[in-house]
């Protein structure tokens, strides 16, 4: 067998087996059970456990339209966890690419509870259970000020409103509000809340990453700096099924739906992988 | 199959087959994508950084401080930094605009003011941040102790085995990467342990590396197959 040209494959071929690999498993879809892991389930929990009276949940995101995929069912999954249990959200974007993205999932979500919401107090009001603060520059800047005053740092939200004339920010004012940060991230925005929110002010910090970044953040996991993770589409996937499997919200689950295809394309990858490896092995031996 | 009808999935189609085009070969409908992508990006942030940041916060209330001086004439507090109108945010703006004087061959020094200051603020902030908030508290995370043993104080025989394999890993690690003695003896033992740390580490990057890049592809298959197709639900 001529082993030289197996390993010589043009990479055209590769991408094809990798689209192929993608698209079959779409066109006939399947149930795919997601074991949920444990920094997934610690980070539910930490925001199942927060007092919607007393406290917000804030979800600080600089995902852009590369990291779209992996990020944004995190925040939508995120809402939904909130919204269900009536705990008042908080976004930011640290990133002004992302921005436009997070308000289209705000407005998604929103709709999504307000179709079925029967009652004035049932759905999800602007101001009162969700306020968006917008971007502000660099970072390092509202991570800190945040701490000190939130509509101080953000005078006006995302939609040119004062942001202390909305209802919930009447009873928040900074960190000591708020049960949790997760920030959701292609970068390090997790880190910069643990070493300059976390060490100053004691608020907690939960991550959403892409799975490229995780693995920076799984050591301050077991040290308890960052509450709980989702690592990834996956870490997306897990947190949409356990917030399914304890409220039944419903709604379209972006990242579980990706879940059977990325598996089959690790199945590819794997298999081009022992292939090569295989065929360098015999052509060494052939040589 | 229920092909779209909106003009703006047709063009994020367009120009992701513009992108993708670059898997068979560069060519100049990829080289047109990516151009358009950079100029777009950055056209969007100057706006959104005069609309949503310079106007609110920096020319309003300098605006509102001159009308006020104007009416009522100057006073201290239009020079309360934290006051809806005041004549201090100007200084930090004038400052910021020391960056364009790179453009002017006899003033191209004073681009290392707020260069300077940027790094300085930044560096002053970071790194005492970084020492308490990612370095100390990973020493302490990697100590061994009683405590993780102990299932009274939420430890057991499993997390003191992990601890142990952290403890192992860290030291064998620091070992390879101590190049300051040659490896020999009891360094060369821990080295060869922190290479296999190393490789892991490495392995799991990748994994999720390939993991993350799939999960890309898989947006825009989601997109093509559902939002212009309509062959997927």
């Given at each position: 067998?001529?082993?030289?040209?197996?390993?010589?494959?043009?990479?055209?071929?590769?991408?094809?087996?990798?689209?192929?690999?993608?698209?079959?498993?779409?066109?006939?879809?399947?149930?795919?059970?997601?074991?949920?892991?444990?920094?997934?389930?610690?980070?539910?929990?930490?925001?199942?456990?927060?007092?919607?009276?007393?406290?917000?949940?804030?979800?600080?995101?600089?995902y852009?339209?590369?990291?779209?995929?992996?990020?944004?069912?995190?925040?939508?999954?995120?809402?939904?966890?909130?919204?269900?249990?009536?705990?008042?959200?908080?976004?930011?974007?640290?990133?002004?690419?992302?921005?436009?993205?997070?308000?289209?999932?705000?407005?998604?979500?929103?709709?999504e509870?307000?179709?079925?919401?029967?009652?004035?107090?049932?759905?999800?009001?602007?101001?009162?259970?969700?306020?968006?603060?917008?971007?502000?520059?660099?970072?390092?800047?509202?991570?800190?000020?945040?701490?000190?005053?939130?509509?101080?740092?953000?005078?006006?939200?995302?939609?040119?409103?004062?942001?202390?004339?909305?209802?919930?920010?009447?009873?928040?004012?900074?960190?000591?509000?708020?049960?949790?940060?997760?920030?959701?991230?292609?970068?390090?925005?997790?880190l910069?809340?643990?070493?300059?929110?976390?060490?100053?002010?004691?608020?907690?910090?939960?991550?959403?990453?892409?799975?490229?970044?995780?693995?920076?953040?799984?050591?301050?996991?077991?040290t308890?700096?960052?509450?709980?993770?989702?690592?990834?589409?996956?870490?997306?996937?897990?947190?949409?099924?356990?917030?399914?499997?304890?409220?039944?919200?419903?709604?379209?689950?972006?990242?579980?739906?990706?879940?059977?295809?990325?598996?089959?394309?690790?199945?590819?990858?794997?298999?081009?992988?022992?292939?090569?490896?295989?065929?360098?092995?015999?052509?060494?031996?052939?040589? | 199959?229920?092909?779209?009808?909106?003009?703006?999935?047709?063009?994020?189609?367009?120009?992701?087959?513009?992108?993708?085009?670059?898997?068979?070969?560069?060519?100049?409908?990829?080289?047109?994508?990516?151009?358009?992508?950079?100029?777009?990006?950055?056209?969007?942030?100057?706006?959104?950084m005069?609309?949503?940041?310079?106007?609110?916060?920096?020319?309003?209330?300098?605006?509102?401080?001159?009308?006020?001086?104007?009416?009522?004439?100057?006073?201290?507090?239009?020079?309360?930094?934290?006051?809806?109108?005041?004549?201090?945010?100007?200084?930090?703006?004038?400052?910021?605009?020391?960056?364009?004087?790179?453009f002017?061959?006899?003033?191209t020094?004073?681009?290392?003011?707020?260069?300077?200051?940027?790094?300085?603020?930044?560096?002053?902030?970071?790194?005492?941040a970084?020492?308490?908030?990612?370095?100390?508290?990973?020493?302490?995370?990697?100590?061994?102790?009683?405590?993780?043993?102990?299932?009274?104080?939420g430890?057991?025989?499993?997390?003191?085995?992990f601890?142990?394999?952290?403890?192992?890993?860290?030291?064998?690690?620091?070992?390879?990467?101590?190049?300051?003695?040659?490896?020999?003896?009891?360094?060369?033992?821990?080295?060869?342990?922190?290479?296999v740390?190393?490789?892991?580490?490495f392995?799991?990057?990748?994994?999720?590396?390939?993991?993350?890049?799939?999960?890309?592809?898989?947006?825009?298959?989601?997109?093509?197959?559902?939002?212009?197709?309509?062959?997927?639900?």
């Open positions: 067998m001529n082993w030289e040209r197996l390993i010589q494959i043009d990479r055209r071929i590769i991408f094809l087996a990798m689209g192929l690999g993608i698209i079959i498993p779409m066109l006939f879809p399947m149930e795919m059970p997601v074991g949920a892991q444990r920094v997934t389930r610690s980070l539910f929990k930490t925001i199942d456990e927060i007092d919607g009276q007393e406290q917000c949940l804030m979800i600080s995101s600089d852009t339209p590369q990291t779209e995929p992996e990020c944004h069912p995190m925040s939508l999954a995120l809402m939904r966890h909130a919204f269900t249990r009536r705990i008042p959200v908080l976004l930011n974007a640290l990133y002004v690419e992302g921005a436009p993205l997070l308000a289209s999932g705000i407005e998604d979500v929103m709709e509870f307000n179709s079925r919401a029967t009652t004035h107090e049932d759905s999800i009001i602007y101001g009162r259970d969700v306020v968006y603060l917008g971007w502000q520059p660099p970072p390092i800047v509202p991570i800190l000020a945040m701490g000190e005053s939130i509509a101080g740092i953000y005078p006006d939200d995302y939609y040119g409103n004062r942001t202390d004339s909305l209802e919930v920010m009447q009873r928040i004012r900074n960190y000591d509000e708020v049960g949790i940060v997760v920030a959701i991230t292609g970068l390090s925005a997790p910069w809340y643990v070493m300059f929110a976390q060490t100053k002010y004691g608020v907690k910090v939960g991550a959403g990453c892409t799975a490229v970044c995780a693995p920076d953040f799984y050591p301050y996991c077991g308890g700096q960052i509450s709980g993770m989702m690592a990834g589409m996956k870490g997306a996937a897990e947190y949409e099924e356990l917030v399914e499997e304890t409220f039944q919200t419903g709604g379209r689950r972006k990242a579980t739906e990706g879940m059977v295809a990325q598996s089959a394309a690790h199945l590819v990858i794997m298999g081009f992988v022992i292939l090569g490896n295989i065929a360098y092995f015999a052509s060494r031996r052939q040589a | 199959m229920n092909l779209s009808t909106d003009i703006w999935v047709w063009v994020g189609v367009v120009l992701t087959f513009c992108i993708y085009s670059f898997l068979y070969r560069d060519n100049p409908l990829y080289r047109f994508g990516e151009h358009l992508f950079v100029g777009v990006s950055n056209a969007f942030t100057l706006s959104f005069i609309h949503r940041i310079i106007i609110p916060v920096m020319w309003r209330p300098f605006a509102q401080a001159c009308q006020v001086a104007g009416s009522d004439g100057v006073s201290v507090d239009l020079f309360n930094p934290i006051a809806p109108a005041n004549f201090l945010v100007i200084i930090p703006g004038l400052v910021g605009c020391l960056y364009f004087t790179r002017i061959p006899r003033m020094w004073m681009v290392r003011i707020p260069i300077g200051m940027f790094m300085g603020y930044y560096t002053g902030r970071t790194v005492p970084y020492f308490e908030g990612s370095v100390f508290p990973q020493m302490r995370g990697t100590l061994v102790t009683q405590a993780v043993f102990d299932p009274a104080q430890g057991g025989v499993m997390s003191g085995l601890a142990v394999l952290v403890l192992l890993g860290v030291i064998g690690t620091l070992a390879y990467f101590y190049f300051s003695k040659e490896h020999r003896g009891p360094l060369k033992w821990g080295a060869q342990v922190g290479i740390f190393v490789m892991v580490g392995g799991a990057s990748f994994g999720f590396t390939v993991m993350a890049r799939v999960s890309l592809a898989i947006g825009r298959f989601i997109f093509l197959m559902r939002d212009w197709l309509g062959i997927v639900t």
